[in-house]
């Protein structure tokens, strides 16, 4: 496990091909947009009307202009550890603010670990978990953070690749992850549930896109040689609406 910016906080460094690929038209359109359109469609409880948002991870901050579109938050707070991906995020972040589609929102950027976040209790609407839960290895502590800085009924959207994804060859050649932590769909369900979150299966999708095919990327299935059947196939995305329970 590589540790190159603390002692104290445990990671593993991304790839450069992975820290490149993040801000590719693919990443930002093929999965980021439709996790953060499936994601507002798996919540059944009513939203603030300017909800304020924690995107745990928020990496480039490729997601401030998608969820300042879909929210209309009145702020945004970007959370990572890893200092240049801030560096990027803060240009984002200032595009945001100079676009009249977005300006409403007010984003602010706070360097920490997902394990400790540095926000008051309390203090969210909604905490965004994009692809980053994968990335954490103290996942409990984490999970933990993203209950206590939301208020009461507030919504953790949660969007994760599983085991089945992350642990195919393509991934393992072009990316880093912390391996002993990945999970199935159903381990980081009940991880929510048990971390002090309520929701049903309205709230859960299961999406079986191409990119999150690894071993042929839906080829097999284009061509008609292959149909997953349900319930049968190896998930290898997670979608979940999660609400905090009192």
């Known amino acids: 496990m590589q540790n190159t910016e603390s002692s104290s906080v445990p990671f593993v460094a991304e790839t450069a091909f992975g820290v ?29 009307a300017q909800p304020v948002i924690i995107d745990v991870g928020c990496g480039q901050g490729i997601s401030f202009r998608l969820l300042a579109q879909t929210f209309k938050p009145r702020r945004i707070v970007g959370i990572d550890f890893h200092e240049p991906s801030l560096a990027l995020a803060a240009r984002a ?5 100079a676009d009249p589609d977005t300006a409403a929102t007010r984003i602010d950027l706070l360097h920490g670990d997902c394990a400790s976040l540095p926000l008051p209790d309390a203090s969210a609407d909604i905490v965004f978990c994009h692809q980053t839960f994968h990335h954490l290895v103290e996942q409990e502590r984490a999970l933990a953070e993203f209950r206590r800085v939301l208020k009461p009924g507030g919504v953790l ?17 072009l990316f880093r992850h912390p391996m002993h932590v990945q999970k199935s769909a159903d381990g980081y369900l009940h991880m929510i549930r048990d971390g002090g ?14 990119w999150s095919r690894a071993k042929d990327f839906g080829l097999l299935e284009r061509i008609g040689l292959y149909t997953p059947k349900p319930g049968k196939r190896r998930e290898t995305l997670v979608n979940v609406a999660a609400t905090k329970t009192a």
């Not at 439709?34 to 469609?41: C, E, H, S, T």
């Not at 979150?197 to 191409?210: A, D, M, Q, T």
């Open 93 to 97: 972040a200032r595009a945001c603010e």
């Open 157 to 173: 959207l949660f969007a994760e690749s599983t085991d089945a994804y992350i642990k195919s060859w393509v991934i393992r050649l």
């Open 20 to 48: 490149w690929f993040l801000r590719t038209h693919t990443w930002e359109h093929h999965v980021l947009r439709v996790a953060i359109n499936d994601l507002k469609g798996l919540i059944d409880a009513p939203l603030p």
């Open 197 to 210: 979150f309520s929701f049903g299966p309205r709230n859960v999708s299961l999406p079986y896109l191409w």
